[in-house]
């Protein structure tokens, strides 16, 4: 069946997954770096759900983008070829950092801008000062930029 259609259709449906995971995941990219400049905890959260609306569809075009990339890999004979296995190494690699260190920086902010029902907030303005200066946005959009330059580094070359 993968023979009877022109393997260009399967790169092709693949790069489209690639752009709806771009786009979606640019949001919370972008968020991350205005919260550093925000100060205003009513923003903030709001600039945390605002992010939080395009997780679904940052998942579902990384779905898309890996399935085509499994057919386009299969279609084109790509499995034998170790280029393929260090791409899906670095998705992995960088789905683990943003899981273990990302997702709970924003759990902290989140949690930093609550404000308790006696009207306190949870954190101090220096505490959250502090925690949105730090400097984990900002490593966090590094890493995944530098991981997503060696996947696509490594689709096209095909060095290894």
Known sequence: MLAAV??????YLHVI?????????????TVALRLRKERDRTK????????????LWMYLSLGWLLLFAVVSATANKYWGQKWIW???GILVALIGEMSAVA???YQRVKEAVEIRPS???RKSDEELDLLLRSKTALANTAIGFVGL????????FKPL
Do not use: C, N, T
């Open 86 to 88: 260090y791409s899906l």
């Open 149 to 156: 330059l060696a996947i696509v580094y490594l689709m096209i």
């Open 6 to 11: 022109d393997v260009r259709w399967w790169k």
């Open 17 to 29: 997954g690639a752009f709806g995971f771009i786009m979606a995941h640019g949001v919370s990219m």
């Open 103 to 105: 997702r709970p920086y």
């Open 44 to 55: 903030i959260a709001e600039l945390l759900q605002f992010s939080g609306s395009s997780i």
């Open 119 to 121: 009207g306190v907030p």
